[in-house]
């Protein structure tokens, strides 16, 4: 079972940065598609996807976020990373990582399905002011 934990949240103003890191453990998958993704949430609206990154490290973005955030990973430390810079105030959401076994041949927009996904962190959240 994949074990993850976000972390990095905090309150910001606008036009600042954050980096959220999410922490992975409990899996050994080799030779095979292990992707995870960033997905947000606000007060209510539906969850969405942000960005994603597969195990070649080709990564897939919202069109919400392009441009400023970057999704990273580090295999070394089994750490994923969403480099958010320009933060908007509606950008303020509880922010999951998520991974799971992806199919070898991945479309980029299966990064961002929640659906996809069946490991999921408890969330940071992530305030923007005006």
């Known amino acids: 079972q994949v074990q993850l934990v976000e972390s990095g949240g905090g309150s910001v103003q606008a036009g600042g940065s954050l980096r959220l890191s999410c922490a992975a453990s409990g899996y050994t998958y080799t030779r095979s598609n292990f992707c995870m993704g960033w997905f947000r949430q606000a007060p209510g609206k539906e969850r969405e996807g942000i960005a994603g990154?597969?195990?070649?490290?080709?990564?897939s973005y919202a069109h919400s976020v392009k441009g400023r955030f970057t999704i990273s990973q580090d295999n070394a430390k089994n750490t994923l990373y969403l480099q958010m810079n320009s933060l908007k105030p509606e950008d303020t959401a509880m922010y999951y990582c998520?991974?799971?076994?992806?199919?070898?041949?991945?479309?980029?927009?299966?990064?961002?399905?929640?659906?996809?996904?069946?490991?999921w962190g408890q969330g940071t959240q992530v305030t923007v002011s005006s």
């Open positions: 990154i597969d195990s070649d490290g080709d990564t």
């Open positions: 998520a991974a799971d076994l992806f199919p070898p041949s991945t479309y980029p927009s299966w990064l961002l399905e929640g659906g996809r996904y069946k490991n």
